[in-house]
Structure formats: structure tokens, C-alpha cells
């Protein structure tokens, strides 16, 4: 099982995503940081390095998702930092994944929610190669949030799932907006994807409360999550991730280092 570090951005400041209420998401907190340190992004992602050894940190860039201006100079500090920095910043276009890249991202995420249709991810893929590619299957109550006029409206999480792998991209995050925040995580979900997509490497975003919710995503097949709260709040810390790198989880699901996009 393999945790990615979380950092939400909005207003050039790190903060606390609560059930993808995102007008109401205050400055992040958390245990890893001091108190003057809360909501800086920079910080935590150094953090995340330094105290829990991540190598990967997945970065929302909200302002972008929303259609503001994304926060490319804030995006350029974390990726400095040092993990493997996974971006999502309302890419829906090769020269935005491009940018994206050029702006030190290691991964592109492809949000479902921002996207107009599966031709534009396929046409990414195409153009920057699938292992740079990470589909985001954004849901809010296991409904799939999609772009207003999509061709792909009225799909399934599954179907649309399916139909990612198809177009090549290198992993697939299955992202419930109304979870994030440590509200608990769909299982079942979460193993009726991993049965229609059985060769994509599979992470879950949203509700991972501690280790054993973990424990559960890995029991369906899941490869890895995106985590935040928990390791804000101390509830998955160091000694878990070194658990779960190296012990009966991580050895249960072997393959999940190869299997990682690019």
C-alpha cells in the first residue's frame, strides 16, 4: 500500500479540504507543522519529505480546478521540495499538461471534473506519454461529477474507469469529494473498479481516517491512497507508513512499487 501526501492549494496557501466544501476550507493544520507554520505549503511538503519520508505528494491546485489562474509559482516551490509532485490543476489539454510539466510536476492529474471529454484525456496521453498520466475519477457521493456538456455524461464510475485504462493513462484515482476530510472510504467501490480494471494501478482519495482504512483498500486491491487528514492529525504517522512500506500490507500487494505510473 502506498500513501501520497495531499496538499490542497487555494489562495497560494495549504488548506484543509472538509467534504469538498471548498469555500470553506481553512488553512491547514496540522501536527506535523508549528503553529505559525499553518497553511504553508511549502512547509508541509517539506514535511511530508522530512518526518514521513513520502515520495510522492499529489498537489490540488483549487484555484485552477475553479477556473481561476493557476498557481504556477507556488507549484514550482513544491516541486523544489523534493517528492514526486502529482498535479492537479484543471488539465484538460496537452499544452496544459505540458505546462504542468514544465512547471516541475512529475504527473499530470486529469480530473474528471474539469475534463470536457474522453478524447481530450486520450489526446494528453497521447501527447506526453500515458505513464505521465494519472486519471482522476472525481465523484462527489459515488455520483461522477462531470464537466457541464461532456460527452460522457450519464456514465458509471466504472464505465468511465474502464474507458481510462483504455486511453492509457498510467494510474486512476478514485476521488469521492464528499469523503475527503476523514469521513471513511468506499470499499466497495473501490473493488468493483479493481475488478473492471485489473492491470491500472488503483488509488483511492478521500475519507482514510488510520491504518486500518488502509488495510481495507488494500483487502480490494487497491495499490495505494491519497491521504491528508490522517497524517495531519497524527492518526497514520511514520511508524505506519514504514508498516505499511514494509509489512504484511506491503507484502500482501508486492507489486505496488512496479506498478506505480512512470
Known amino acids: 500500500m502506498y500513501v501520497v501526501g495531499v496538499i490542497d492549494l487555494k489562495g497560494d496557501v495549504a488548506v484543509h479540504a472538509r467534504a469538498g466544501e471548498r469555500e470553506r476550507y481553512a ?5 506535523l507543522l508549528p503553529p505559525d507554520a499553518t ?10 519529505r522530512d518526518r514521513l519520508s513520502l ?5 490540488a ?5 475553479a477556473g481561476g489562474p493557476p498557481q504556477r509559482a507556488l507549484v514550482r516551490r513544491l516541486a523544489e521540495v523534493g517528492p514526486a509532485l502529482w498535479l492537479d490543476a484543471g488539465i484538460a489539454t496537452v499544452a496544459g499538461a505540458i505546462e504542468a510539466l514544465d512547471d516541475g510536476a512529475a504527473r499530470v492529474v486529469v480530473g474528471l471534473e474539469t475534463l470536457p471529454s474522453l478524447e481530450d484525456l486520450t489526446a494528453i496521453v497521447r501527447g506526453v506519454g500515458g505513464a505521465r498520466v494519472v486519471f482522476s475519477l472525481d465523484l462527489r457521493d459515488g455520483v461522477p461529477l462531470v464537466h457541464p456538456g461532456a460527452s460522457h ?5 466504472v464505465e468511465l474507469a474502464v474507458q481510462a485504462a483504455a486511453a492509457g493513462v498510467g494510474a486512476i484515482i478514485v476521488l469521492d469529494l ?3 476530510g476523514g469521513e471513511g472510504i468506499d470499499p466497495g467501490l473501490i473493488g468493483r473498479v ?30 495505494g491512497a491519497l491521504v491528508a487528514t ?33
Open 27 to 31: 488553512p491547514a493544520r496540522s501536527c
Open 39 to 48: 497553511g504553508d505549503a511549502p512547509a508541509l511538503a517539506r514535511a511530508y
Open 55 to 59: 515520495d510522492d505528494i499529489y498537489v
Open 61 to 65: 491546485d483549487l484555484d485552477a480546478i
Open 153 to 157: 455524461a450519464g456514465r458509471s464510475p
Open 178 to 180: 464528499r469523503r475527503v
Open 194 to 223: 479493481r475488478q473492471a480494471v485489473p492491470d491500472a494501478p488503483l488509488y483511492a482519495g478521500g475519507g482514510v481516517r488510520d491504518l486500518a482504512d488502509l488495510a481495507r483498500l488494500a483487502d480490494v486491491g487497491c495499490d
Open 230 to 262: 490522517a497524517l495531519h492529525r497524527g492518526s497514520v504517522g511514520r511508524a505506519d507508513l514504514e508498516r505499511l512500506r514494509h509489512g504484511p500490507i506491503a507484502t500482501e500487494r508486492r507489486d505496488v512499487v512496479s506498478r506505480r505510473p512512470g
